[in-house]
Nanobody, 116 residues
Framework: QVQLVESGGGLVQPGGSLRLSCAAS????????MGWYRQAPGKQRELVAT???????NYADSVKGRFTISRNNAKNTVYLQMNSLKPEDTAVYYC??????????WGQGTQVTVSS
């Protein structure tokens, strides 16, 4: 198992930027996939972006070209750089560590609100 702690959320105006961080309690070097998901009020949790141990990335169509996921294995941290934010990006953002079949861990989430 791994404990994940997200940070960096907050209130930002449309068009603004935020960088989310996800700090892991242990090495993420061997974790196959790290990712960010989000859940807006009244909606199901959805994938935002994932990154494999080799650095391959995958993005939801709605964030392509605006968001960038990265991982720093030396710091046991995954980042989500969010640019050109829109009101529809408002959600609780969750970090995920997928090491199936060993474990699949979630952080507690960080609120991102995009509003003028």
């Amino acid at each position: 198992q791994v404990q994940l702690v997200e940070s960096g959320g907050g209130l930002v105006q449309p068009g603004g930027s935020l960088r989310l961080s996800c700090a892991a309690s242990r090495s993420i070097f061997s974790i196959a996939s790290m990712g960010w998901y989000r859940q807006a009020p009244g909606k199901q949790r959805e994938l935002v972006a994932t990154i494999t141990g080799r650095g391959s990335t995958n993005y939801a169509d709605s964030v392509k070209g605006r968001f960038t996921i990265s991982r720093n294995n030396a710091k046991n941290t995954v980042y989500l750089q969010m640019n050109s934010l829109k009101p529809e990006d408002t959600a609780v953002y969750y970090c995920n560590a997928d090491a199936a079949p060993l474990f699949n861990s979630w952080g507690q989430g960080t609120q991102v609100t995009v509003s003028s």
